[in-house]
């Protein structure tokens, strides 16, 4: 009796284990359904060019492959001065991004979650969202008018207080500055939205403790609001690392040959050689060192995530 008993717990187990095993059942197929279009999307624009890496080792001109070469075109990129000008340029815009344009966000989300009024809560918000739905090139061209010196609305404003007419666009020197301006103005309340999800999820019994604990705004924002946010903070910068140095449509439509010195970036200087000069082999292996170099900033975040998790896990894995 007992071995029967012992035989058909052990049947049942298997039985179990292969239910277990069913990766589409009735309650889940909508779900990959619905998931499908964005692994369509990362096969044919992310893995079927991947191959393409291979022209970096080889001399590839607009008449065809010619010879494998190797490290050639990695020697000859690192030898050009232009290349690592272009190089430096992208990380004064990416320093800005972290310094001005990561916490610009978070903040504007705190101060969106302390107002008390919905409708004007509302009405800021969705003004503040709007211009995420703007292409590049239509914001460069509201920027560039209300920036110009002659007849832009900021330069009549500085000409009203008795300020000489500035260039803003032409002037390289500030521009980085310019231009991270205009990135939040296209970006903070869009970007905002995920934070405003997260302030949502604390639970407010504990501004009510804070209260009658005598915490007032700003202690309440330090010792809540801010604990409350970290796991999303954390996990939106370790993600921002993926396309870190993604900066081409952006500057390429500010780009002129006044603020050149500091627009010329790494994607653009890539444009240039491989499609402008037709360059392939070396454009594919600028493009190569700067995916590499995305990926150790990714790995490197990963890395020190788990330093400040819980659990002692990164973001990623």
């Known amino acids: 009796m007992e071995i029967a008993t012992k035989t058909g717990i052990a049947s049942d187990i298997k039985t179990s284990k292969k239910k277990k095993r069913r990766i ?88 969106l979650n302390e107002l008390r009024q919905q409708k004007f809560k509302k009405t800021v918000q969705t003004i503040s969202t709007l211009p995420h739905f703007l292409s590049w090139v239509i914001v460069s061209g509201i920027w560039i008018t209300l920036l110009s010196p002659s007849a832009g609305f900021i330069n009549a404003l500085r000409h009203a207080i008795g300020l000489e007419p500035y260039f803003y666009v032409a002037e390289f020197r500030t521009f980085p500055l310019t231009f991270q301006v205009i990135s939040e103005w296209k970006g903070i309340g869009y970007s905002s939205i995920i934070y405003l999800a997260a302030l949502a999820a604390i639970d407010p019994e504990m501004y009510e403790s804070a209260v009658l604990d005598g915490a007032g705004r700003l202690r309440q924002i330090w010792y809540i609001t801010l604990p409350g946010l970290k796991p999303t903070i954390l996990v939106l910068f370790v993600l921002s690392f993926r396309g870190i140095l993604n900066l081409f449509e952006p500057l390429y439509v500010f780009q002129n040959s006044a603020n050149i010195k500091t627009t010329e970036v790494l994607d653009t200087y890539i444009y240039k050689v491989g499609l402008v000069q037709a360059r392939y082999s070396v454009s594919t292996a600028m493009g190569l060192f700067k995916s590499t170099v995305g990926l150790f900033f990714t790995l490197l975040a990963n890395y020190f995530s788990k330093k400040v998790t819980e659990d002692g896990r990164g973001i990623l894995f």
Request: hydrophobic share 60%; glycine share 6%.
């Open 24 to 111: 589409f059942t009735s309650a889940n197929i909508m779900l990959y359904l619905m998931f499908l279009p964005v692994v369509i999307y990362y096969i044919i624009w992310a893995y079927v060019p991947m191959p393409g890496i291979a022209l970096a080792f080889a001399d590839f001109r607009t008449g065809g492959f010619k010879r494998w070469v190797g490290l050639e075109n990695f020697e000859f990129i690192f030898s050009l001065p232009f290349f690592w000008k272009a190089f430096a340029n992208t990380w004064i815009y990416i320093g800005l991004r972290y310094l001005i344009g990561f916490p610009a966000p978070i903040i504007f989300a705190i101060l």
